[in-house]
């Protein structure tokens, strides 16, 4: 594959170290970002009060950039987007990017030289100040799953509006003042509505929480002495989920020590009955934790479960009827008096800018997502797909991803055919639509596969898994390291060098050739 002119769609995570990949390849790169900041989630005007970081700081740091020792175990949103200006700067991508320039079509060029022409609308304070149309080689799509949010349509909404209410989804709540004293209903379980929730308990003049299901939330320190990075972030707890390709001890494990999985999860269970007052609450999740791991899964709020148990958060679980002037009118009939609603019922996944042929092959009827190893599609040419692949480690699997990514474009990755791919990515949704029905995210969580998936594109690319030789017990329990993968562009460099014998062989080569113009020469002189 031929390829120059590299466009990169989205200044988040993904976008960001998709282009300092690309750049360090020597490509020209140009990142179209439509807010007039970078950071994808992270960016300040998406951030609400109180936002910071699941994973603990070390581990979602990008391998060759650390976050700064100064940073709590737990950075806030803004230091993590402090974070990525930085890295942006540091690895020139800052000066690539063009912000307020929304990508609106990304269609195929047609004529004999194969790529994409996509056009942009350059955006300030929400209206168009003009249009241009740029030609690529090759297109990496990083506008992410988290970026259009999603508010069910319900009956007396526009009711609820006119008499004076608020509707908000918790990607738009970024001024915690609003809900000073008012009357907050907030809808959801996943990160975002509980962190609200809990934030509402002490702000608001009421604050209930409608929920569908109940999830299991994680505290920061297992009975209070435990880093959960070194109960869920290693190779270790990993083995404990079957995973679609089992190897090695795993298959012992997921077959005939089925009982010590079994243990391993209720004793897990156990631990959060015990550290959180989840029956006194009414809060103790139907499913079992192994079958609810996945991308809705988060840390629990500090106090969040005290809240409940005091009344201070009213927690209802059931979903909103309608709307009504004055509030709400849940499924069992229940009507709460409410003056703002916030939904924090996660995000439609879409890429509504791509060419509706090559659309209708990475999206099925059901919205269900179809990439190979998540970055690819065979149908679709000169593209790739980075940040469709969501697990414990995002910024790391986006960066060996993009990695994967720049491999392919060189053609040093070979790949099954066409049918054979489309077939894996079948054979795997099937999977986690039966095994994982819970966690399943339209086909776009890893969750909590992240070192099987990762280790898959190092195997593609030709690299070892192991990441730390010599040290099986540390590879397999101290926590995730994406220092451990800062040498990739250069052990991918080394395998690619000649061997011994050809360099051998070329510096024959060339002894024969100074022989021969010496002898020619010569001949020539006499």
């Known amino acids: 594959m031929t390829a120059k002119q590299i466009c990169v769609i989205g200044a988040g995570v993904s976008g960001l170290v998709s282009a300092k990949t690309f750049l360090e390849e020597g490509y020209e790169v140009t990142l179209f970002e439509k807010r007039q900041e970078l950071g994808g989630v992270w960016e300040r005007s998406r951030a609400y009060p109180g936002l910071s970081l699941q994973n603990p700081r070390d581990t979602y740091a990008f391998s060759d950039y650390p976050m700064p020792a100064s940073y709590p175990e737990w950075p806030s949103g803004e230091q993590i987007c402090a974070y990525l200006e930085s890295y942006a700067q540091h690895f020139g991508v800052t000066e690539k990017i063009q912000f307020g320039a929304k990508v609106t079509k990304v269609e195929r060029k047609s004529g ?48 609820f509006i006119a008499a004076g209410g608020q509707i908000i989804h918790t990607n738009n709540f970024n001024d915690g003042s609003v809900i000073e004293g008012k009357r907050v209903v907030v809808v959801g379980f996943g990160k975002s509505a509980t962190d609200l929730a809990n934030f509402a308990a002490s702000k608001a003049k009421e604050c209930t929480l409608v929920f569908r299901q109940a999830l299991w939330k994680f505290p920061n320190f297992f009975l209070g002495l435990f880093n959960i990075k070194y109960i869920f972030l290693t190779r270790f707890a990993e083995t404990w989920m079957p995973y679609h390709k089992l190897q090695g001890w795993e298959k012992w494990l997921h077959s005939f020590g089925k009982p010590l999985v079994w243990a391993f999860w209720r004793l897990n269970e156990t631990i959060m009955r015990l550290q959180f007052p989840l029956d006194a609450c009414g809060m103790v999740p139907k499913q079992p934790m192994n079958k609810l791991i996945g991308c809705s899964v988060g840390l629990v709020p500090k106090g969040f479960f005290e809240h409940i148990r005091a009344g201070k958060i009213r927690a209802v679980k059931t979903k909103i009827d309608k709307f009504l002037a004055t509030g709400v009118e849940l499924n069992n009939g229940e009507q709460i008096q409410a003056d703002i609603v916030v939904f924090g019922t996660g995000f439609l996944q879409d890429i509504p ?174």
């Open 112 to 159: 004999n030289t194969p790529g994409w022409m996509v056009s942009v609308s350059f955006q300030e304070d929400g209206k168009e100040i003009g249009k241009q149309n740029y030609n690529f080689d090759f297109v990496i799509v990083c506008n992410g799953t988290y970026d259009i949010p999603y508010i069910p349509n319900l009956p007396g909404m526009e009711e």
């Open 353 to 526: 800018f791509l060419e509706e042929k090559y659309r209708r092959h990475v999206f099925d009827e059901e919205g269900t997502i179809h990439l190979y190893r998540h970055l690819i599609h065979p149908h679709v040419p000169q593209m790739g797909f980075v940040g469709y692949n969501y697990t414990f480690c995002a910024q790391l699997s986006a960066e060996i991803s993009a990695r994967w990514l720049s491999e392919h474009v060189k053609g040093n990755i070979s790949l099954p055919s066409p049918q054979q791919m489309l077939e894996d990515v079948t054979a795997e949704l099937e999977w986690r639509k039966k095994d994982r029905p819970y966690s399943f995210v339209s086909g776009a969580c890893v969750t909590p596969f992240t070192f099987h998936y990762i280790d898959e594109l190092l195997q593609d690319m030709g690299l070892s898994t192991r990441r730390k030789p010599g040290n099986l017990l540390a590879e397999l329990m101290m926590p995730a390291d994406p220092s451990a993968y800062k040498n990739l562009r250069q052990e991918l460099q080394a395998k690619q060098q000649p061997s011994l014998n050809d360099s051998a062989i070329a510096k024959l080569q060339k002894r024969c050739l100074r022989q021969d113009e010496t002898s020619t020469h010569s001949y020539i002189n006499h």
